[in-house]
Structure formats: structure tokens, C-alpha cells
T-cell receptor, first 116, second 114 residues
Framework: GAVVSQHPSRVICKSGTSVKIECRSL??????MFWYRQFPKQSLMLMAT?????????EQGVEKDKFLINHASLTLSTLTVTSAHPEDSSFYIC????????????FGPGTRLTVL | QKEVEQNSGPLSVPEGAIASLNCTYS??????FFWYRQYSGKSPELIMS????GDKEDGRFTAQLNKASQYVSLLIRDSQPSDSATYLC??????????????FGKGTKLSVIP
């Protein structure tokens, strides 16, 4: 159990376009989902925490108008990178918890975004 | 600032040896501790979770926690080349208003030499 999927796994887009990434918990209901970003040779950086039916909580320095997060159900959260630019190119990874955010997080396989 | 510290490595061990990975954390009230393995270009995979002082064993992996010293470690016995990866220590820290988030160390790169 505790499988998290992400789609797409890889996306290449032109500068100025928007990209939507989906994160799904396949075999459990995720009370909380998290979105991370990882640049090459760096550790994971938390972007935002998302609870079903409420607004996401963004980390300091993350533009909420640029990175739109929607947590429509207990099994689905989406991250939309609006007006993407080359500096947004990164590895985006979601995770989900089964209980409180105190518990272990299960990660999706990640989405590699390349903005040309 | 709440931090999780790890040696970046690389840590090289011969096949069959014990690999020892260490982590310290700054938030004294942290209660949940995790080790994740991350292969290059892939997302993290949970290996171990530990919540109380002492040792927790799962197969070839043993996690050790010492809350008084704010120290957590991971031992990998009979290391295999397939264990070569970056190991991330993660600690749950209070992010305010009763919610918690994982704070990751920068990871230790392990290389197991055949």
C-alpha cells in the first residue's frame, strides 16, 4: 500500500506556457499532500502543503500566484506552474501522508520539467 | 533555524561491509525521524521510520535514535552495489499552528564498491 503516482513524468514546454502536474494517492486517502522541488545536486525543498478542500500553505519565497495548487479530493492534488520560465526547470515531487502531517510521507515518482 | 545535518560524502564501502550514515537535527522536540533512499534522477523512497530512542531493525537496515544527543543513524549491513544511492535523513518539525513538515538533510551519497 501507500502508492503515489504523478503525471506527467516528464514535460518540455516553451517559456510563457503553463504546465499542470497531477499527484494521486492510489490506494489510500491522503489527508495532506506536499509539493517539493529539487534542483540538481540539491536536497528537496518544500514548496507548499496542501489539505483537501482548503487553500495550500506556501513556504516563504514560493510565489502562490505562480505555483497554483488545487487539492480537489482526498486522492488528488494538482500543481500548475503558470507562465513557466527556464529558471522553473526542475524536478517536482509530490508526497502524501495517510494520517496527520506528523506521519511518514510517501513520494510520487516526480515530474521533470524543462522550460525552453 | 531548524536544521538537519548530514555529511555529504561520498561514503565508499566495499561490498559486504557495513555502511554507517549519520544525521543530527536541531529541533529538540522532534518526534518522527525517517531515512529515505534516492537514486539519481528518481524520487525518494522510504526505508525506515523511527519514533523512540534505541534501535529499529528491518532486514539489512538498522536505524538508531538518540533524542538526548539529537542524533539518528542508519546502518546498512552486507552492503550491496544496489545500495549505492543518496540517503536522506528527514525529521518532522513543528511548522506552527499545530502542523508539521519534513525537514530534509542534504543527503549522504553512498558508493558500494564491488
Amino acid at each position: 500500500g501507500a502508492v503515489v503516482s504523478q503525471h506527467p513524468s516528464r514535460v518540455i514546454c516553451k517559456s510563457g506556457t503553463s504546465v499542470k502536474i497531477e499527484c494521486r494517492s492510489l490506494d489510500f486517502q491522503a489527508t495532506t499532500m506536499f509539493w517539493y522541488r529539487q534542483f540538481p545536486k540539491q536536497s528537496l525543498m518544500l514548496m507548499a502543503t496542501s489539505n483537501e478542500g482548503s487553500k495550500a500553505t506556501y513556504e516563504q519565497g514560493v510565489e502562490k500566484d505562480k505555483f497554483l495548487i488545487n487539492h480537489a479530493s482526498l486522492t488528488l492534488s494538482t500543481l500548475t506552474v503558470t507562465s513557466a520560465h527556464p529558471e522553473d526547470s526542475s524536478f517536482y515531487i509530490c508526497s502524501a501522508t495517510r494520517g496527520s502531517s506528523y506521519n511518514e510521507q510517501f513520494f510520487g515518482p516526480g515530474t521533470r520539467l524543462t522550460v525552453l | 533555524q531548524k536544521e538537519v545535518e548530514q555529511n555529504s560524502g561520498p561514503l565508499s564501502v566495499p561490498e559486504g561491509a557495513i555502511a554507517s550514515l549519520n544525521c543530527t537535527y536541531s529541533d529538540r522536540v522532534s518526534q518522527s525521524f525517517f531515512w529515505y533512499r534516492q537514486y539519481s534522477g528518481k524520487s525518494p523512497e522510504l526505508i525506515m521510520s523511527i519514533y523512540s530512542n534505541g534501535d529499529k531493525e528491518d532486514g539489512r537496515f538498522t536505524a538508531q535514535l538518540n533524542k538526548a544527543s539529537q542524533y539518528v543513524s542508519l546502518l546498512i549491513r552486507d552492503s550491496q552495489p544496489s545500495d549505492s544511492a543518496t540517503y536522506l535523513c528527514a525529521v518532522t518539525m513543528d511548522s506552527g499552528a499545530g502542523s508539521y513538515q519534513l525537514t530534509f538533510g542534504k543527503g549522504t551519497k553512498l558508493s558500494v564498491i564491488p
